[in-house]
């Protein structure tokens, strides 16, 4: 499961990046949690910046039982599955990143934060969906998900799931509408361990109202007397 992830670049790098325009502004971000408003691109306005909530908005995200279920959704099955067959086949999204985190477990009761990136630093892309709906209210809201797929060599010493990185000519596949189903679910593949390196973390990272910098920073995951430590 992808639970956290990191866009630590600025406004101007994203649309150089993207070659894609941002018409608000834009703060770096260093912890982005399910709920939040952030950047995407989707299928549909492939030039341009839009702001969806990730997985379900603030108000739904109440529910946390609900809500850790409808921020990620598996690669191999995405084509199946009803509840994202649509999504799939007619509203795919890049979601930007520089980043993600994901958790070691040490014992039962402890765990420690990595993070993961490309080797370079650079801005990426996870294969994403998204959907529309409207509110009791009668207001649009937009919502995407982080599709994940089994992890590379990288990964898989954390965690058993990894998002989908996208490279650049992924990216213009994954948003043409006239892509086929099969050239799509062939894109959703581990991205290269040779290509990422991963880091341990503050354990600020832990808590969603932290987003500085030394979120992202890297630390010794332990002291010499087996204790957590912020400084590496």
Same mark, same amino acid.
């Given at each position: 499961?992808?639970?956290? &992830?990191?866009?630590?670049?600025?406004?101007?790098?994203?649309?150089? %990046?993207?070659?894609?325009?941002?018409?608000?502004?834009?703060?770096?971000?260093?912890?982005?949690?399910?709920?939040?408003?952030?950047?995407?691109?989707?299928?549909?306005?492939?030039?341009?910046?839009?702001?969806?909530?990730?997985?379900?908005?603030?108000?739904?995200?109440?529910?946390?039982?609900?809500?850790?279920?409808?921020?990620?959704?598996?690669?191999? *099955?995405?084509?199946?599955?009803? *509840?994202?067959?649509?999504?799939?086949?007619?509203?795919?999204?890049?979601?930007?990143?520089?980043?993600?985190?994901?958790?070691?477990?040490?014992?039962?009761?402890?765990?420690?934060? &990595?993070?993961?990136?490309? %080797?370079?630093?650079?801005?990426?892309?996870?294969?994403?969906?998204?959907?529309?709906?409207?509110?009791?209210?009668?207001?649009?809201?937009?919502?995407?998900?982080?599709?994940?797929?089994?992890?590379?060599?990288?990964?898989?010493?954390?965690?058993?799931?990894?998002?989908?990185?996208?490279?650049?000519?992924?990216?213009?596949?994954?948003?043409?509408?006239?892509?086929?189903?099969?050239?799509?679910?062939?894109?959703?593949?581990?991205?290269?361990?040779?290509?990422?390196?991963?880091?341990?973390?503050?354990?600020?990272?832990?808590?969603?109202?932290?987003?500085?910098?030394?979120?992202? %920073?890297?630390?010794?995951?332990?002291?010499?007397?087996?204790? &957590?430590?912020?400084?590496?």
């Amino acid at each position: 499961m992808c639970g956290r &992830y990191s866009l630590s670049k600025s406004k101007a790098e994203l649309e150089e %990046r993207f070659q894609a325009e941002m018409l608000v502004d834009f703060k770096p971000r260093f912890n982005i949690a399910p709920t939040q408003l952030v950047p995407v691109i989707t299928s549909d306005s492939p030039k341009g910046f839009s702001f969806f909530y990730w997985g379900v908005t603030p108000d739904f995200g109440h529910n946390k039982p609900v809500a850790q279920k409808l921020i990620n959704a598996r690669a191999e *099955s995405i084509h199946e599955k009803l *509840s994202f067959r649509s999504s799939f086949q007619r509203r795919r999204c890049l979601i930007p990143a520089d980043g993600f985190f994901e958790w070691k477990k040490l014992g039962k009761k402890t765990k420690i934060p &990595y993070r993961f990136t490309l %080797r370079e630093d650079e801005l990426f892309s996870f294969a994403g969906i998204w959907e529309e709906y409207e509110t009791v209210s009668g207001e649009s809201q937009h919502t995407f998900l982080i599709l994940t797929t089994s992890p590379n060599e990288v990964v898989e010493e954390v965690h058993d799931q990894m998002p989908v990185i996208l490279n650049r000519q992924q990216e213009k596949k994954w948003l043409d509408k006239y892509s086929s189903e099969s050239d799509l679910l062939n894109l959703l593949q581990p991205y290269p361990a040779e290509l990422m390196l991963s880091y341990s973390v503050s354990s600020l990272v832990n808590s969603v109202q932290n987003d500085s910098p030394g979120i992202i %920073r890297k630390i010794s995951p332990m002291d010499q007397f087996g204790n &957590y430590t912020l400084f590496g």
